[in-house]
């Protein structure tokens, strides 16, 4: 199995401006989790998605967060418009529901807004 | 909701000690604990896990021991060894749910 596939792994953009990550689970997991690391604040759990229904999002920083699970083996986590602050590392992770089977964590998408 | 602490936040070895990790937890429900190691640059990534229904499990050099009473569990590196230096985050859970709760992480260096 490949794992978890994010993209990009890096990313650059100016205050103001959309950015989109994406994610592809791995096959067979039914529960996906957008995770944000920064050195202040740690591994921050901000969304997750059983069966493609958002189930928490209570980690959502604010409105210009969202994410979306359009089907099984794909998720996007939007920014916009992004700010300095968000600069962090964002991981997606999947997990099979109900089993004793961790989650998986991605390579992550590195953030930098300037 | 579940909360999990866990200390120390930074923790120095020289090369062949020993270094433990401990975390603790709020939800008694909760019967799942893996245990991550994340090396710069990369994901974390699981190293062990234990489920309630067990105290301890070994592979090589590590170790977990669970207190479900206390609601506590530690992460034990024996003859600890420079590759060994990482962040280590425990987390818990419910193998029937979904979420797991993560510790705050702890930087360990392994001192040659």
């Known amino acids: 199995d490949a794992g978890v596939i994010q993209s990009p792994r890096h990313e650059v953009t100016e205050m103001g401006q959309e950015v989109t990550l994406r994610c592809k689970p791995i096959s067979g997991h039914n529960s996906l989790f957008w995770y944000r690391q920064t050195m202040m604040r740690g591994l921050e759990l901000l969304i997750y998605f059983n069966n493609n229904v958002p189930i928490d999002d209570s980690g959502m920083p604010e409105d210009r967060f969202s994410a979306k699970m359009p089907n099984a083996s794909f998720s996007t986590l939007k920014i916009q418009p992004s700010e300095p602050r968000d600069s962090a590392v964002y991981f997606c992770a999947s997990r099979k529901q109900g089993s004793w089977d961790t989650i998986y964590f991605g390579e992550g998408s590195w953030l930098t807004v300037v | 909701g579940e909360n999990v602490e866990q200390h120390p936040s930074t923790l120095s070895v020289q090369e062949g000690d020993s270094a433990v990790i401990k975390c603790t937890y709020s939800?008694?429900?909760?019967?799942?604990f893996p245990w991550y190691k994340q090396e710069l640059g990369k994901r974390p990534q699981l190293i062990i896990d234990i489920r309630s229904n067990v105290g301890e499990k070994k592979d090589q050099r590590i170790a977990v021991t669970l207190n479900k009473t206390a609601k506590h569990f530690s992460l034990h590196i024996t003859e600890t060894q420079p590759e060994d230096s990482a962040v280590y985050f425990c987390?818990?859970?419910?193998?029937?749910?979904?979420?797991?709760?993560f510790g705050g992480g702890t930087r360990v260096l392994v001192k040659p």
């Open positions: 939800d008694s429900a909760s019967n799942y």
């Open positions: 987390a818990a859970g419910k193998a029937a749910g979904n979420k797991l709760t």
